[in-house]
């Protein structure tokens, strides 16, 4: 039986990239998109045979992550969850004003934490009953390293790391299986926006010469999702080419 997974925000960049590489894999990719229906069709088009339906959510919306479960698990069964979602916006923690500062706050924890929360907990309850599944949280290096101008991101990452260790403890007689990515530097549409004049900073800081690619994080979800990772429950795996030990 082919297996079915639902990648969040996976029209484009690292989503894009762990839905390909899980369909090569062998895996039915259920796509979620927030706006841009034009990317997860091309996505759709790409994973061919492998694509499982094209779903639309705003994840800024947390009331939206249940309904977005429920509505791709109506039309077949999941064996998977990759919370991939995510937004950064860069932010002055004590210099910026109370109303960008409580915005930024908002939509990053409601995008990076609420809502993969909500989902996490949908699939659970749909998992236990079913003998088991695996949930994977695509997290950022920031999560344990942190970063200036990044507070609030960083926060809802590391939030989304702990959440990640705890579910596989308190999940694992259930044969719920928890993991997570932890990406650097890695090149995709939004990590270059504006990204030009600070190149020639970041590329000595990696040892490995070059940002990640958005397959070098596709290809690491896989193995953590296959049955060869199975007894790996609760790991979150650096992707940063030796840049950054924890």
Known sequence: MQKRVL??????????????????AGWSVAIHYTANEAEALE?????GASASGVYRADLSLPANAASLWHEVAS??????????????VP????????AEFNTNHERTFNVNWASPLALTRAAGQHF????????LNVASRVGFKGEGGAALYAASKAALIVLTRSLAVELAPQNIGLFGI????????????????????????????????????????AFLLSDEASYLSGVVIDINGASYFH
């Open 91 to 98: 932010l002055d923690f004590l210099g910026s004003e109370d």
């Open 43 to 47: 996505t759709e088009r790409e994973l």
């Open 128 to 135: 236990g009953p079913r003998g088991g599944g695996k949930i």
């Open 182 to 221: 932890a990406p650097g530097w890695v090149d995709t549409a939004m990590a270059r926006d504006g990204m030009d004049d600070r190149l020639s900073q970041i590329l000595p800081t990696i040892p490995l010469g070059r940002m990640a690619s958005p397959e070098d994080c596709g290809a690491t979800a």
């Open 7 to 24: 990648v969040t925000g996976s029209s484009r960049g690292i989503g894009r990239a762990i839905a390909l590489r899980l369909a090569q």
């Open 75 to 88: 039309d077949g069964e999941i064996h998977a969850l990759v919370n991939n979602a995510g937004v950064y």
